[in-house]
Structures are given as structure tokens and as C-alpha cells.
């Protein structure tokens, strides 16, 4: 069944670099219909639409133009396989089972557009929201529900004084979006979140200062690997400030 999980996660992945990529660019989602080379817009082949190996086939060139092609995507397909494959590892046949696989779904794609366009589609957090909260829901997590617009509003308040101390955006539209998203899943603990991906975030954040003083690092796919870590291992706000 973990193979089976794997195997879906690459179907699944490949389909992320698609989204990510078009909705990045203000591309259409169905149009055109196969995958195109970025550089030369050849339509691909059937045998270069399989994940991972096409990349190894290919040698990571274009057949046409020989144009590198990006190692995001390979990288997105193993990591949406290994993370589907760890979802069902963990949670079985289970509610918690479609929570992970959203949660991983969505971090592929956002490891994608955020780092390479320092986008997060709205379309994607839309999707990833509703199908959420209908779980949650199910879940019977009603207080989660409120708290995710509590988190989302504190965020964006906090976001418009640090700019405004700042005189610079300190955080993205799409990372507040993103706070629902975390709010829902962990309550309260969406402020642990909060300080758990600015502590990842903070080593990248000092080397990129340091190399290019104006450069800015993508904060969504910290956001959300602080969110998967707290979720797995059950962290807690008040267990932790109980330890200090
Ligand atoms: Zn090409």
C-alpha cells in the first residue's frame, strides 16, 4: 500500500509542477493541454511526461532546444511520492489521512511557486481551504473554524505594523492567506507556528541580507513546514511554555 501511495504521490506531483508553474505565469490550468518546454514550447512526448524518469531519460534537457530543464521539478515530484507515502505510512486509512495528503499537497506546491516566483496562486489556498475546512468540519473542530479567521485578521493586522515600522511589506498577501490555512489545522498553536518558521526561515533570511541586501526569501514554504511538523508531532503551545 506505501508503494501504491508513492507511485500516486508522483502522478500527483507532476501535476503540482503544472499548477504551480501555470498559475505562477497567469497561465490556463487546461490550456494547452499536454506539458510544453518553458523555453521553446515544444509539446512533450507521452514517455517524457513520466515523472522522475523522463528527467533521467532526458538527462535534464529539452529534446528540442537542449534547454536545462529545472531540477524544482523532479524534486517536486519525489518529495509529493515520499510525502504521500509518509501520510499513509502514519495515519492508515483515516480523516487524518486526506488532511495530510492536503497539507502535503499543497506544501509541494508552494516549495515550487514560492520559491521560484515568490507566488502563492490564491486559486491553490482557495481549494486547499475549503477542502479543509469540510474536514475539519466532519472533524467536529467547529473552534478551529473561528480561530483560522482570528489568525488570519491578527496576521494581517501584524503584517501592516511591521511594514509600517519597517516602511517595507514584511510579509505577502498570499503568506497571510496562507495563516487560515494554519489556523484551521492547529488552533491556537498557529502562533507556534509563527515562531517555528521564523526560527527555519531565519538562517536562509541572514545569508540571503548578506549576499544581496535587497533579495527577499519566500516565507510560505517555511510557514507551512512548521505547520507539518507541529501537526505529526502533536506539538503544543501551553506543553512547551509549561517546560520554561
Ligand atoms: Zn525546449
Known amino acids: 500500500m506505501v508503494i501504491i501511495f508513492f507511485v500516486m504521490g508522483l502522478i500527483f506531483g507532476s501535476f503540482y509542477n503544472v499548477v504551480a508553474y501555470r498559475l505562477s505565469n497567469n497561465m490556463s490550468l487546461v490550456k494547452p493541454k499536454r506539458s510544453i ?8 512526448g507521452i514517455l517524457e511526461l513520466i515523472p522522475i524518469f523522463s528527467y ?6 529539452c529534446k528540442k532546444c537542449h534547454e536545462k530543464i529545472s531540477l524544482f521539478y523532479p524534486f517536486i515530484e519525489f518529495l509529493t511520492a515520499f510525502t504521500f507515502a509518509l501520510s499513509y505510512h502514519l495515519c492508515g486509512f483515516s480523516l487524518d489521512l486526506l488532511i495530510m495528503l492536503i497539507m502535503f499537497s499543497y506544501f509541494s506546491i508552494v516549495i515550487y511557486s514560492d520559491f521560484k516566483y515568490m507566488i502563492i496562486p490564491d ?8 477542502l479543509t475546512v469540510i474536514l475539519i468540519l466532519i472533524k ?15 496576521t494581517y493586522v501584524f503584517a501592516k505594523i511591521i511594514s509600517i515600522i519597517l516602511k517595507k511589506d514584511a510579509m505577502g498577501g498570499g503568506d497571510i492567506k496562507l495563516m487560515f490555512f494554519v489556523g484551521l489545522l492547529l488552533n491556537y498553536n498557529a502562533i507556534l507556528a509563527f515562531f517555528i518558521s521564523s526560527f527555519l526561515a531565519f538562517p536562509a533570511a541572514f545569508y540571503v541580507t548578506v549576499k544581496n541586501k535587497n533579495s527577499k526569501i519566500p516565507f510560505g ?24
Open 56 to 61: 533521467i531519460f532526458l538527462k535534464g534537457k
Open 123 to 130: 486559486e491553490v489556498t482557495f481549494i486547499v481551504i475549503i
Open 221 to 244: 514554504p517555511f510557514l507551512l513546514l512548521a505547520t507539518i511538523l507541529i501537526y505529526i508531532f502533536k506539538l503544543d503551545l501551553i506543553t512547551i511554555l509549561s517546560w520554561l
Open 37 to 44: 518546454c518553458p523555453k521553446c514550447k515544444k509539446e512533450l
Open 140 to 154: 467536529a473542530l467547529y473552534w478551529n473554524v473561528i480561530v483560522a479567521f482570528i489568525t488570519i485578521i491578527s
